[in-house]
Nanobody
Framework: QVQLVESGGGLVQAGGSLRLSCAAS????????VGWFRQAPGKEREIVAT????????YYADSVKGRFTISRDNAKNTVYLQANSLKPEDTAVYYC?????????????????WGQGTQVTVSS
């Protein structure tokens, strides 16, 4: 079992940057693929980016491609989401999720563990 805690959210102006962190408990975090998801008010939870447990393969939603970067440091049990050139439409609660498998699925229902979320608000 793994517990996830997100941090790094906040209020930022359009064009600004934030670095979100997802810290995991447990000694086997390197066996978990991780995804970042977000949910805006009145909308469904959507995928943002994923990373395989090895960190060699990443995926990005078209809406964030070229602006966001997902990475992981298994020695620190942490996954990061660097969000640059933020837009007002990026405003949402951002969640990290983990599943114990090599590849990282895109569907939120395929993840077993979730953090509590961190709010990102981008002002225009």
């Amino acid at each position: 079992q793994v517990q996830l805690v997100e941090s790094g959210g906040g209020l930022v102006q359009a064009g600004g940057s934030l670095r979100l962190s997802c810290a995991a408990s447990g000694r086997t975090f390197s066996s978990y693929a991780v995804g970042w998801f977000r949910q805006a008010p009145g909308k469904e939870r959507e995928i943002v980016a994923t990373i395989t447990r090895s960190g060699t393969t990443t995926y990005y939603a078209d809406s964030v491609k070229g602006r966001f970067t997902i990475s992981r440091d298994n020695a620190k049990n942490t996954v990061y989401l660097q969000a640059n050139s933020l837009k007002p439409e990026d405003t949402a609660v951002y969640y990290c999720a983990a599943v114990q498998r090599p590849s990282a699925p895109s569907g939120p229902g395929l993840y077993d563990y979730w953090g509590q979320g961190t709010q990102v608000t981008v002002s225009s």
